[in-house]
């Protein structure tokens, strides 16, 4: 018999950590995933805590990720991934641990500090044909997948310019801090030893590229970047150039001290048909222009949509869908692949259509090119 | 030793109804709720697979919603609270059945279809101190929240005016449909004896009822209506002029056949100091102008978002909460007075913030109301 | 050898009123009218000093409109037409006197007070065959003929329902003003001998009528209205429902007590198969939503606008055109009419694209209508 | 006794020009300067033709802008300034021959093809104290001088990041067109022998430049670019990193071929304490967001509006002013200027709040930075 539920482990993500409860709340959009066993914390009674707050059988309440890892994989009812949720600079050795013991990862952004660690990780994983998913979150909107699919099928032409953007006002203060008061605000964002060399192009540079490659299919020949530290040990604020491989051109610019905006991040992409424009702070639409006519303001949930942003739709237009059903919607791709490996079944490219390991690593990298260019005094580097 | 979980059992809601996955995922953003029984469905298979879907026992699905009701109270650890999200004509049977069985009910709207009958469930619901919601969602918005304490406080001085609207598109090929097409387009929302007197004013028109009323205080004295039918059996288009009890003057539109609108309800309150205005589309945003200052957009998450807008909030400004936030916040609101009164505890006024079983009643009032006054070529009509 | 150039004369709009200014400036924008006589203020110093700066001869200055009606017309070389911009009770008397010396004009809206007046000033301008605007600005805007072109079309279908409204908030200080204070804020606006029966109704209700006749053809059967006056002498807030000749219903709001609007006309129109939206704050673009299709963002000066609209374009697409342009558009219309017709020449149905003595008579209907309904609580007047 | 009329003249501007006519119309808002000498086209009918259309005597329309530099400033009623409204290539001569001849001059922008001869022209202007203006338009608008203000007054501290943007999509079927076709559409833009080097950069990139200057008071230290030219002789898009004077990092973008985009220029400052963004379609507003507050929406015309927006306010707030009103407030500023020089009146700062030589002079070295960087590989290039 076939099976239909899935079983999860998670690694970090304790009841006082933000990002584990996203992640839970987002799987719990899909009914057929279990959180069944966890290292919440490497703080002793928080992890139990977590583990009890579950529902989970304290065996399954790990200490050691490394302890969760050997013992699940010799259970007959072990876990069937595991979701990394810890901070950056744990994430390889964590990954690497449950790869080597045959369990499919869920990671959070970025892979890792080093490249060399991030091709380290895919190799295992491709050699080894386990599920890999890096919560790369925005690829998970229907209308980002609309946009994908407008552009895959030749709506706006050849991709000659894409003008993107990530801006947040939450780090503002920072500027003019000392360090106790920017970590104090911060939390570990800004700590070098934990997000390895950039706090901003790694936390949200990193989302712009991967989503701009996500919608447009083009792979990144060359960055030139200038970075504006403040101060402070990493980047704040970064602009910078950017040629793709088909020889478009580009400009993305991240930030977390452009005050007026929460979490804005936008893409446009130029082509020589039509352009297409979306923002995630309004992520039900979609407006797409194309050359000689009045520019469309698509909606989700609509009968003009169609493809994978039509089979993720949850709700009827116009009734909005967020952040949340983004998340979901990675997840109830990466689930349904699981299932279907589970039950012997062949995966579709479309079952794959969640961020994967190459998409770290490319992260991974971007991150290292933007901030050697900006070493360079913003000499393009290219990637 | 407290109680922290809540059991509850859902009546309608088999798996190909949408509204019953909406309940089920909105609770699912709390963790202390499980769905321990049901009675899905009249046919039979379907009631029993959507039992199975949601892993309950066999024995706690229910074939008929008496039965339930009745084994449900005599359990020892019989549900706290009934979903019910049935079609409207079945609303008052079901719903009388568990308040006269003690058990706590979530209703969908609109309440029923008679006034005597809402009044009716009124009194049982208070003379048994039972816990009732009827699940207006928009007053769930933190957004609505904040309008209707900038209110509360003043800011925008005494109410003079309120345009409302809730427009919607999804019934435009109605007009000129035969019968049989429209109740295909429609579903049973156009069939007087499943809903009653009315299909636009009674879905949707009562939301803007609901929500303006929450948001600004105020009760609708009378009202002055022409509705339009394009020959169908039930209004597809409201248009009213509207008195409040402190003598300021509303117009309200709503239609299920102005194409461009997915699920457009915008308010607009304008008082003597200000007004605020807030479009359900763009939930996260509410647009507050004082009299002789620029026009101020708040967002939700910030700093400046207080009281239960703050409590209510779930991410980070600018990753949008959309509908299902909405939902899940009046869950979370009713689901802590569950919990609360089974373990003894007083109830605050805070505690209460979700729409009452008074709510559904005025619903049930505004409706009557609104289609008499039309039937009096838009005659006045004393609510 | 035909004639090239116009001239005109000016009663009232002395210096220091802003409505002359208009006027003026919005028929600079073509080179061919020249204003040549005037008798801009009862006031001697203010009629002379105005003149002077418009270097008028002094014979040509006149002290009354009377006198100026009776000399210009014995002119050989007599102003072309005369513009009106007088405050609206005079309108009767100085429009009647310039059409019985066979002198075409241009007036300020509304028309004047009485029903009668209207129709008298209708009879003698169609009797003598003389030019007649009046100037509804809006219907100037290119984006507006774009909208009725579009509708007149087919291209929304038939028009089921109207949703209009001019909010501003330049009064909101006379809620709870005495006498004086409101005279101070309001000027002549509030005062009935001036005005007549209505303020916001007359003033800003009537750019609603016309625009929405101007733009969808349809005449109102019926209205039925609530006007607030917070104790003041003229009304300052309206809400109707209106009926339409089609059968079509409409909704429309005015107030100068709308806080956060500053001269917040918009027009929206639904028909069985799409919808039209305009907003004269953003007047260069025009929402257009064909049932099953994203909403299309109409742009001023692009390929696609056709017909009068595309006539009237002055400037580039995204060169913002304004209230002066659309102005302009009523006067460079007019004149064009004005010069085919001392030259001879037969005029089209698109010469006369310029509000006309016949929509100045519906404005005073209009207005009487919506005051008697209020007057009888709401109930139907019957246009 | 003080003149109150200026007499101006024209070089280029022909009727069938497009600038001509924006200057012509842009003057006719205020009334006290008179068109009285030109030079229209080196076409002689054309030049004719025209100078009849504005009335001017035969003796002053000029075959040739040397005799009309001569001829002029001999009379005794000789123009007080000239308006230069030719291709680029040709300004330098003709500016360089009137203000030899002691003529003030306003000029298009750029100001000429080399930074040589654009320090010649300020050299001569500066040495003969005449009064030079370059029409660069957008710091004309009230708001853009509103975002001045309030950032001249620190309102949002020390800028540290701008955005800066300027999209049109005229030319875009010049992408993949051969050049006959290219120099059809684009006129005379794309010539290098009309327009020099730069083709985008010069007719938009500068206007960035200027206005972000203007409202900033920064100056561009250097500049990183890369240009695209889809193989036609000259740029059509335009991305690059900026560095100012203070330190701030920049970014700026312009583009012919960007879809969807009629005259986009948008510009965000981003400082310490604060934002400011402008919309140069959406002209009207202000988006103004102070550190922890709602962003704040500012219009043009309401009572918070100060200074120089509120001096140069023409018609009440939300009726539109445009692009026209732009161009107009930058010659009434001229025209005040040139009077209060003629009756020997000392100038103040704010009188000179028009875009002078030295800003043209800047726009012609950051057009030749841009440029040589994007030749350099992106190269920083110190201004």
Known sequence: MKRSTIHYGMVGGSLNSFIGKVHKNA??????????????????????ET??????????????????????SQRKDKIDFVCVVTPNSSHYEIVKE???????????????????????????????????????????????????????EGNIGKVINVNAEYLQEWLIDSIGSDASKT???????????????????????????????????????????????????????????VEFDNGASGVYSCSQVAVGYANGLTIRVFGTKGSIEW??????????????????????GTGYITGRAAQLNRIPSGHPEGYYEAFANVYKTYLGAILKTINGEELTAEDLDFPQIEDGVEGVKFIFAVVESARNDSEWFVI
């Open 27 to 48: 799987i719990n959009f899909e009914i057929n995933a279990k959180l069944t066993a966890g290292c919440f914390s490497s703080n002793k009674s928080n992890n139990l």
């Open 51 to 72: 583990g009890n707050y579950y529902n989970l059988p304290t065996d399954r309440v790990y200490t050691d990720y490394k302890e969760m890892a050997e013992k699940e």
């Open 183 to 241: 970590a104090k605000l911060s939390g570990w964002r800004m700590d070098p030893d934990v997000v390895g060399i950039s706090n901003c192009v790694g936390d949200i540079g990193t989302h712009i590229e991967n989503t701009v490659s996500y919608m447009t299919g083009l792979k990144i020949k060359r960055v030139a970047a200038k970075l504006d530290y403040f101060n402070q040990p990493l980047d704040l604020n970064a602009n910078m150039l």
């Open 279 to 300: 923002r995630q702070e309004q992520p039900n639409q979609l407006k797409v222009t194309l050359k000689g006519q009045p520019s469309a303001i698509y909606e989700r």
């Open 98 to 152: 449950f790869l080597l013991h045959d369990i499919n990862v869920v990671c959070e952004k970025p892979l890792c500090s080093e490249i060399s660690q991030a091709e380290e990780l895919k190799k295992i994983a491709l050699e080894r044909g386990l599920l890999f998913a890096i919560t790369y979150t925005y690829s998970g909107y229907g209308m980002v997948k609309q946009a994908k699919q407008l552009i895959e």
